[in-house]
T-cell receptor, first 112, second 113 residues
Framework: DVKVTQSSRYLVKRTGEKVFLECVQD?????MFWYRQDPGLGLRLIYF???????EKGDIPEGYSVSREKKERFSLILESASTNQTSMYLC???????????FGPGTRLTVT | DQQVKQNSPSLSVQEGRISILNCDYT??????FLWYKKYPAEGPTFLIS?????DKNEDGRFTVFLNKSAKHLSLHIVPSQPGDSAVYFC????????????FGTGTRLTVIP
């Protein structure tokens, strides 16, 4: 069974703090993704990575950065959290062929 | 600009009846389509997919139909069950090594017992 885990289910941070969201997958997937989900907007892609140390911007990369030092781990970094980054963050992974992505349970981040 | 659209934010259906969820897309390069189901406080889970070389794919109670000329796909759930109550996301891919998915905004299905 594919397992994608995220470091926290709920997180509350203050404006201006640096925030790290961690994601780990156990299926040796090449591709990993970070999305945010907001009501009425669906899932929007922030960043993705198709290999270790490789990263590509998605649709809404502003205010975020990522790190992929190991194949199984993909981190999302909010350099200086702002209230408009309050959202549900979802990590996903997949093999390197068109097909389904496997999602983690999500992290509900609140920035106050 | 939203390349995948789900124009119905919500749908209510009686238990045992058919649920039909619709999705439209604008990018003619999309060649693979998926439906995901999401319960509150959980990540989306894959439900069913269809390649552009087919017009129908069936898996148990779930059937996806693809109309390429209309750039439209639909998910049929028959019979609907209360456990099907969730948010359903349509997604599309244009292939490529990273198989990026473009998601719709979701439709909340409520199956009334």
């Amino acid at each position: 069974d594919v397992k994608v885990t995220q470091s926290s289910r709920y997180l509350v941070k203050r404006t201006g703090e640096k925030v790290f969201l961690e994601c780990v997958q156990d299926m040796d997937h090449e591709n990993m993704f970070w999305y945010r989900q907001d009501p009425g907007l669906g899932l929007r892609l922030i960043y993705f990575s198709y290999d270790v140390k490789m990263k590509e911007k998605g649709d809404i990369p502003e205010g975020y950065s990522v790190s992929r030092e190991k194949k199984e781990r993909f981190s999302l970094i909010l350099e200086s959290a702002s209230t408009n980054q309050t959202s549900m963050y979802l990590c996903a992974s997949s093999w390197a062929v068109p097909g389904e992505q496997y999602f983690g349970p999500g992290t509900r981040l609140t920035v106050t | 600009d939203q390349q995948v659209k789900q124009n119905s934010p919500s749908l209510s259906v009686q238990e045992g009846r058919i649920s039909i969820l619709n999705c439209d897309y604008t990018n003619s390069m999309f060649d693979y389509f998926l439906w995901y189901k999401k319960y509150p406080a959980e990540g989306p889970t894959f439900l069913i997919s269809i390649s552009s070389i087919k017009d129908k794919n069936e898996d148990g109670r779930f059937t996806v139909f693809l109309n390429k000329s209309a750039k439209h796909l639909s998910l049929h759930i028959v019979p609907s069950q209360p456990g099907d109550s969730a948010v359903y996301f349509c997604a599309a891919s244009a292939g490529g090594g990273a198989n990026n998915l473009f998601f719709g905004t979701g439709t909340r299905l409520t199956v009334i017992p």
